[in-house]
């Protein structure tokens, strides 16, 4: 198992033993499907979430084990919607997701359907939900109507330095709102508050990337005066920002990449007849700007060294110059005709292509190699005379990522 696939954390059982450690990346929300090893070497196992009173991943994720006192009414499903508007108790044994901790402290938890929140002050040991319930009401023609309780429970229990009732009366029933709320408790009260991330899970994330590198070009051209290449050369330096959605396990990417390139490429081509060769220089001096669509798979070694491979297709729009300067050399004598003409490409759309491999440290500074299959460019004189075009190149570049 490869660090990217792994997490550094605890548990702590009904008999009070802490146990450090490593886990799995899975969701770690749900205590049915955590995997755990001491030490980097050892194989997963399965915890069993009955042994469990809390558990913790890096500064991510911490859950306890509690018995509160639950209103389990449907919030989602009108046919099975109360009619009652005051919430119903039942005990429950959950595994409550510390949000925050302080003075006052902020929890959630699945009930049904929906996601229900609880609070806690120091002064206090019981964890007290915060109602928000949805229901039927008879007296108004069976809609459904709301109670939002927690809004008086905030003002009364959450209310450091006597803010008015207005304030409380605008705070939703979202992670957010109550988070902002405990926080201004907590800080009006000289407390900290440790807040809980909850990402790192089964959770997608975007990654903004630039590169710059330069390239070996390979240049050749279909003309129908032309039999033959040699002395093919070439070079290219582009320059490119890409957005990768990585998935959680970070081990694939799947990214889009728009990138600008400038190309200087020479070709030399020849043609042997029964009373004289030709042999015509192409000198050309274009750019490109490229879209590219692909996934990428990523290899951790350790937690700050990975190596990675992808493949792209792309879309390319080319324009430029190509200048050419040919030689007719008759067999039978010594002198030679020179011809010069200079064509201006033409816009050009073509796709392509492209392999890369790399190394990137600390998720941050990352050095590839790609190659990218031949794409066309395209040309007319003005005689109009048609000349296509074919690029490829061995590219190395550098990479930085923002976050």
Not at 117 to 145: G, H, M, P, R, T
Not at 188 to 203: D, L, Q
């Amino acid at each position: 198992m490869l660090l990217g696939q792994e997490k550094q954390g605890y548990y702590i059982t009904t008999t009070g033993e802490k146990v450090e450690g490593y886990f799995k990346q899975s969701d770690f929300n749900n205590p049915d499907n955590l995997y755990f090893k001491t030490l980097p070497n050892e194989q997963f196992r399965q915890l069993d979430k009955e042994n469990l009173r809390e558990y913790g991943i890096e500064n991510m994720y911490k859950y306890i084990r509690r018995t509160v006192n639950v209103d389990l009414s449907e919030m989602n499903d009108l046919k099975r919607m109360a009619n009652n508007k005051n919430p119903v108790y039942s005990k429950a044994e959950l595994f409550l997701n510390i949000i925050a901790e302080g003075a006052a402290s902020l929890y959630s938890a699945k009930v049904g359907t929906s996601t229900a929140f609880f609070y806690s002050l120091n002064s206090q040991d019981e964890i007290k939900q915060l109602i928000y319930k949805k229901y039927i009401s008879s007296a108004a023609n069976s809609k459904v109507e709301e109670n939002n309780l927690y809004r008086q429970q905030l003002y009364e229990n959450l209310n450091c330095g006597n803010r008015p009732v207005k304030e409380f009366t605008t705070i939703r029933y979202t992670k957010s709102d109550l988070l902002n709320t405990v926080k201004a408790y907590n800080d009006c009260s000289g407390s900290t508050t440790v807040a809980y991330t909850n990402k790192g899970s089964n959770e997608y994330q975007l990654k903004y990337r630039i590169y710059a590198g330069a390239a070996t070009v390979d240049f050749s051209v279909e003309d129908a005066l032309v039999k033959g290449q040699e002395d093919n050369a070439g070079s290219s330096i582009a320059a490119g920002f890409e957005v990768a959605l990585r998935s959680p396990s970070k081990r694939w990417e799947y990214f889009a990449i728009f990138e600008y390139q400038k190309i200087k490429a020479e070709v030399v081509g020849f043609r042997y007849q029964n009373f004289n060769t030709t042999r015509s220089n192409y000198d050309m001096d274009a750019r490109a700007f490229n879209l590219y669509f692909g996934a990428r798979y990523n290899l951790y070694f350790s937690k700050n060294n990975k190596i990675f491979a992808d493949a792209a297709f792309g879309l390319c729009r080319t324009s430029g110059d190509i200048y050419i300067k040919t030689e007719i050399v008759p067999n039978t004598s010594p002198a030679y005709t020179i011809i010069d003409q200079n064509f201006t490409l033409g816009v050009r759309y073509s796709n392509t292509w492209r392999f890369g491999t790399g190394y990137e440290f600390k998720d941050k500074y990352a050095v590839m190699a790609n190659l990218e299959t031949d794409k066309e460019i395209g040309a007319m004189s003005q005689s109009q005379v048609a000349l296509n075009g074919l690029i490829s190149r061995l590219m190395l570049s550098f990479r930085y990522t923002f976050n």
